[in-house]
C-alpha cells in the first residue's frame, strides 16, 4: 500500500522534536509524500506552542518545496471530561486537521471508565478530525465503544507509526482498534508521529499492522491523492491540489 501524506508532525516548536518546519517538508519531499500536515502539540503541553503559533499558520505557503502543506495541531485530551487545550474558538476553527491525543503529563492515566468518558467527549467535538495514538496502553478505553460511534461522530483513527516503535505493548492494542475500525468501516490514517526529519515518511511497522488487520485500502485515507483530497473537501471544503 502506498502512502501519499504524513499528517502527524511535529517540528522544533515542540521542543522535544528537533527539525525545523523547512526541513520537515524538504524531508517529506525527499520521502515522495505529495503533502505534510504540521501538528506541534498544544499549549497544555508544558512545551507546547502558544496560541498564537496555531493562529498564524496561515502564512504557511499552500505548497512548499513542491509538498502541500496542512495546518495543524496535535491536541491534549484533559481530564476528566475529554476537553481539549483552551485556545480561543476562532483560531481552532482556522485549523485544517486536529488531532487529540492522551499524554501523561496532561492527563495521569486512570481507569479504563474514566479513560472512555474522556474519548466520548472528544468524539463530540466538532473541532476535532483525528482520535490521535489511540493504542498507548496507559491509556486503554473501551475500544469498540468508541470506534463503532467514530463514523457517526466524523472522525478517523490513527495508526501511529511511532506508537508502535517507542510505547511498550502499544502493538496488541493497536491491532485490536484496527480490526475495530474494519468491523466498523471506520477511516483511518496512518502516521510517522515524527519528531525530527528523518522520521518524516516511515511507515514500515504501521503498514504490516494494518495489514494484519486486513484494513482494505479504500478506508486509508491517505492511501492515494484521490482519497486524500476527498477528505478534507468534505471535512473542511479544502482543496489541496487546486491544479490536478
Given at each position: 500500500?502506498?502512502?501519499?501524506?504524513?499528517?502527524?508532525t511535529?517540528t522544533?516548536?515542540s521542543?522535544?522534536?528537533y527539525?525545523?518546519?523547512?526541513?520537515?517538508?524538504?524531508?517529506?519531499k525527499?520521502?515522495?509524500?505529495?503533502?505534510?500536515?504540521?501538528?506541534?502539540?498544544?499549549?497544555?503541553?508544558?512545551?507546547?506552542?502558544?496560541?498564537?503559533h496555531?493562529?498564524n499558520?496561515?502564512i504557511?505557503?499552500?505548497v512548499m518545496?513542491g509538498?502541500?502543506?496542512?495546518?495543524?495541531?496535535e491536541?491534549n485530551?484533559l481530564?476528566?471530561?475529554g476537553?481539549?487545550?483552551p485556545?480561543?474558538?476562532?483560531y481552532?476553527?482556522?485549523?485544517e486537521?486536529?488531532?487529540?491525543?492522551?499524554?501523561?503529563?496532561?492527563?495521569?492515566?486512570?481507569?479504563?471508565e474514566?479513560h472512555?468518558?474522556?474519548m466520548?467527549g472528544?468524539l463530540?467535538?466538532?473541532?476535532?478530525t483525528?482520535l490521535?495514538?489511540?493504542?498507548?496502553?496507559?491509556?486503554k478505553f473501551?475500544?469498540?465503544?468508541?470506534?463503532?460511534?467514530?463514523?457517526?461522530s466524523?472522525?478517523i483513527?490513527?495508526i501511529n507509526?511511532?506508537?508502535i516503535n517507542?510505547?511498550?505493548?502499544?502493538?496488541?492494542?493497536?491491532?485490536?482498534?484496527?480490526?475495530?475500525?474494519?468491523?466498523?468501516e471506520?477511516?483511518?490514517?496512518?502516521?510517522?508521529d515524527?519528531?525530527?526529519?528523518y522520521?518524516?515518511?516511515?511507515?514500515?511497522?504501521?503498514?504490516a499492522l494494518?495489514?494484519e488487520?486486513?484494513?482494505?485500502?479504500?478506508?486509508?485515507i491517505?492511501s492515494?491523492?484521490?482519497r486524500?483530497?476527498?477528505?478534507?473537501?468534505?471535512?473542511?471544503?479544502l482543496?489541496?491540489?487546486?491544479?490536478?
Open positions: 500500500m502506498q502512502i501519499v501524506a504524513d499528517l502527524h511535529h522544533n516548536v521542543t522535544h522534536a527539525s525545523s518546519l523547512a526541513e520537515m517538508v524538504h524531508a517529506a525527499q520521502a515522495g509524500m505529495l503533502a505534510i500536515a504540521l501538528t506541534d502539540h498544544g499549549p497544555a503541553m508544558e512545551d507546547g506552542a502558544h496560541q498564537w496555531f493562529a499558520q496561515s504557511f505557503p499552500r518545496d509538498v502541500v502543506v496542512i495546518r495543524g495541531m491536541c485530551i481530564p476528566p471530561m476537553a481539549v487545550d485556545i480561543e474558538y476562532k481552532y476553527k482556522e485549523l486537521y486536529v488531532i487529540a491525543s492522551f499524554h501523561d503529563p496532561i492527563y495521569k492515566p486512570a481507569t479504563v474514566a472512555t468518558i474522556a466520548e472528544v463530540r467535538d466538532p473541532v476535532i483525528t490521535g495514538h489511540p493504542g498507548t496502553p496507559a491509556f473501551d475500544y469498540e465503544h468508541i470506534i463503532s460511534r467514530c463514523n457517526e466524523g472522525k483513527v490513527e507509526n511511532n506508537s517507542v510505547r511498550r505493548g502499544c502493538q496488541e492494542n493497536c491491532l485490536e482498534i484496527a480490526r475495530l475500525c474494519k468491523k466498523y471506520v477511516p483511518v490514517v496512518i502516521s510517522s515524527a519528531h525530527i526529519a522520521q518524516v515518511g516511515k511507515f514500515d511497522n504501521a503498514l494494518v495489514e488487520a486486513g484494513i482494505p485500502e479504500e478506508l486509508v491517505n492515494s491523492k484521490e486524500l483530497a476527498a477528505y478534507f473537501r468534505t471535512i473542511r471544503g482543496d489541496l491540489f487546486p491544479d490536478a
